[in-house]
């Protein structure tokens, strides 16, 4: 297997990601990785966010969705600056 190699847990708590892998799964500064732990067994997988042809298809439903539910822009404004207004409160 050419993904295998060894790395060390540093005092702080990081991983290093050894630089054939890092290339090899063409990681990048910043990637998400979503991480499992059982036992002593660690799973790491790289989260990574819709296509934009996914994307697009997220978007279509939603404003199909507010259609439906005859929401307007001012509607989707006011929820907009509730959320912002909540958020500065905490």
Do not use: W, Y
Request: glycine share 6%.
């Amino acid at each position: 297997m050419e993904n295998i190699d060894f790395t060390r847990l540093s005092s702080k708590g990081q991983i290093v990601v050894p630089r054939r892998i890092r290339e090899r799964l063409r990681l990048a500064n910043g990637d998400l990785f979503l991480i499992f732990g059982s036992d002593d067994t660690l799973v790491l997988k790289r989260m990574e966010g819709p296509s934009l042809a996914e994307f697009n298809g997220i978007l279509a439903s939603a404003r199909k969705s507010a259609k439906k539910a005859a929401l307007t822009r001012q509607d989707l404004e006011k929820a907009i600056q509730a959320v912002r207004h909540n958020k500065r409160k905490k």
